[in-house]
T-cell receptor, first 113, second 113 residues
């Protein structure tokens, strides 16, 4: 059973702070990692993907990947109330062939103005 | 125009009725998916299709069936709806050339009375 684990939250941070969201995964063969943002009642929206160990930055978002420790994280700098949403971590296990992404249950982030 | 569309967007029906949810995409992707989402349970995969002749069950396929009418169309049917199928349903597409990055439709909110 391939699993992706996230703390369900809610994670509350003040406006302007850094929000740190974490995700661990069980399969060492995992190759590709994604972060999706989902507002209540809306569909998941891709915000970041990362494939190699290290950091990847895109605007206020930074994804961090550590394959040896099997975790991937998302940092949101200068958090805004509009960042309040559920963040889903998803993992693609390419080495196992054609399989869909495995999604975590998501972490709910609340940015307090 | 949206790349992945779902119809209807909202549906209220009664127990025992047959319901079809439709998904169309203009992204040109071969791979399509159906998920349901319930509060606290995250996204759960119902069925997926990697091409027109390929249909695969996901983790919760009981009570559902699908039809892949064309590369661009993937329909989900509830043969005899029951109240615990009340949920938010999402269609998604992916391209293996982009590491299976998934793109979601806007969702269908289904209520079974």
């Amino acid at each position: 059973q391939k699993e992706v684990e996230q703390n369900s939250g809610p994670l509350s941070v003040p406006e302007g702070a850094i929000a740190s969201l974490n995700c661990t995964y069980s399969d060492r063969g995992s190759q590709s990692f994604f972060w999706y943002r989902q507002y209540s009642g809306k569909s998941p929206e891709l915000i970041m993907s990362i494939y190699s160990n290290g950091d990847k930055e895109d605007g206020r978002f930074t994804a961090q990947l550590n394959k040896a420790s099997q975790y991937v994280s998302l940092l949101i700098r200068d958090s805004q109330p509009s960042d309040s949403a559920t963040y889903l971590c998803a993992v693609n296990i390419l080495n196992s062939g054609n399989t869909p992404l495995v999604f975590g249950k998501g972490t709910r982030l609340s940015v307090i103005a | 125009d949206a790349d992945v569309t779902q119809t209807p967007r909202n549906r209220i029906t009664k127990t025992g009725k047959r319901i079809m949810l439709e998904c169309s995409q203009t992204k040109g992707h071969d791979r399509m998916y159906w998920y349901r989402q319930d509060p606290g349970l995250g996204l759960r995969l119902i069925y997926y299709s990697f091409d027109v002749k390929d249909i695969n069950k996901g983790e919760i396929s009981d009570g559902y069936s699908v039809s892949r009418q064309a590369q661009a169309k993937f329909s989900l049917s509830l043969e005899s709806a029951i109240p615990n199928q009340t949920a938010l349903y999402f269609c998604a597409t992916s391209d293996p050339l982009s590491r299976n990055t998934q793109y979601f439709g806007p969702g269908t909110r289904l209520t079974v009375l």
